[in-house]
């Protein structure tokens, strides 16, 4: 296996990120995440500032459990879109021979773009969060710091897997069309159609097999975690709520599960959600460069 060459690494990452500042699209990029994170913080501000759910004062904690429903498809949509053509792109116009002419090996390269591409979507994610701040404290409600910046850390996560497969159809694909298919049908699939199949599947674990109750919840969430985008919901629609009590945002059949058999096991867990992601940034990006390795340019 070829070596990683860190300082390789870095001079693609940078050449990636400031080709994005180059053709404004981090630009452009970071304002519509400025502008939505903004207004959905001052909206929320505005009606439901100094307010109460369930007998607990209104927090940023609130706001952000709500978010998730909208930041879950968003921020990986976004991160489709930057990396998709990543490799092939310049496989297609001829920029990527020079490239590879260069001291870069494929692999510094695979690495270098996850990078610069991450960037390019981590950077608006963090200053639209960040540029929402004070919207809280001119309507009164209270900042959470360490919830906020967890959600910005899941946020960014959840965005950065969509880089790798994006990335990793990127390298492995001939053509720009097929990077398309392979970028962007798991994408829709994951967000319109999982969702029924997990609730299929669990019924007929119930129905068929006669599994406990407690076996079929299991399953459900399983089936919803292998999903990235319902990994990163459960996570964080449950931000600054305790482990055995989970937030009001939470899946009600999370609750009902937390209320009927007391904890939820080690791999049901926030812990084990978010290494789920982790191994969808590493495992999409490994298959896309085992194949960029053997393709012939």
Do not use: C
């Not at 930041?71 to 496989?91: D, I, M, Q, S």
């Not at 021979?97 to 090996?105: I, Q, W, Y």
């Amino acid at each position: 296996m070829t070596d990683l060459d860190p300082d390789s690494v870095r001079a693609v990452a940078r050449k990636d990120f400031e080709d994005a500042l180059r053709s404004r699209a981090l630009l452009v990029v970071g304002a519509a995440f400025v502008v939505f994170f903004v207004g959905a913080a001052a909206l929320f501000a505005n009606q439901l500032g100094g307010g109460t759910v369930q007998g607990r004062q209104i927090t940023s904690n609130s706001f952000l459990r709500g978010l998730s429903g909208v930041t879950r498809l968003l921020v990986p949509l976004t991160g489709a879109v930057v990396a998709y053509a990543a490799v092939v792109g310049e496989r297609e116009s001829g920029s990527l021979k020079l490239l590879l002419a260069l001291p870069h090996s494929r692999l510094d390269v695979v690495v270098g773009k996850l990078l610069g591409r991450g960037a390019v979507v981590a950077v608006p994610v963090l200053l639209g969060l960040l540029a929402a701040v004070p919207a809280f404290s001119l309507a009164g409600v209270p900042l959470r710091p360490g919830d906020y910046l967890l959600f910005a850390f899941l946020t960014v996560l959840v965005g950065l897997v969509f880089v790798a497969v994006g990335l990793g159809a990127s390298a492995a694909a001939d053509s720009s069309r097929r990077a398309v298919v392979a970028t962007f049908v798991p994408f829709a699939v994951f967000a319109l159609v999982w969702g029924q199949v997990a609730n299929r599947l669990a019924t007929v674990a119930a129905n068929q097999l006669s599994l406990g109750t407690r076996t079929v919840f299991e399953v459900y969430f399983l089936l919803r975690a292998a999903n990235p985008l319902g990994a990163y919901e459960m996570v964080a629609s449950n931000v600054g709520s305790p482990p055995v009590q989970l937030s009001f945002f939470s899946p009600p059949s999370r609750r009902t599960y937390v209320q009927q058999f007391g904890e939820l096991p080690v791999y049901l867990t926030d812990g084990a959600f978010v290494a789920i992601l982790l191994l969808w940034i590493v495992v999409p990006v490994a298959l896309g460069y085992l194949a960029f390795e053997r393709a012939d340019l």
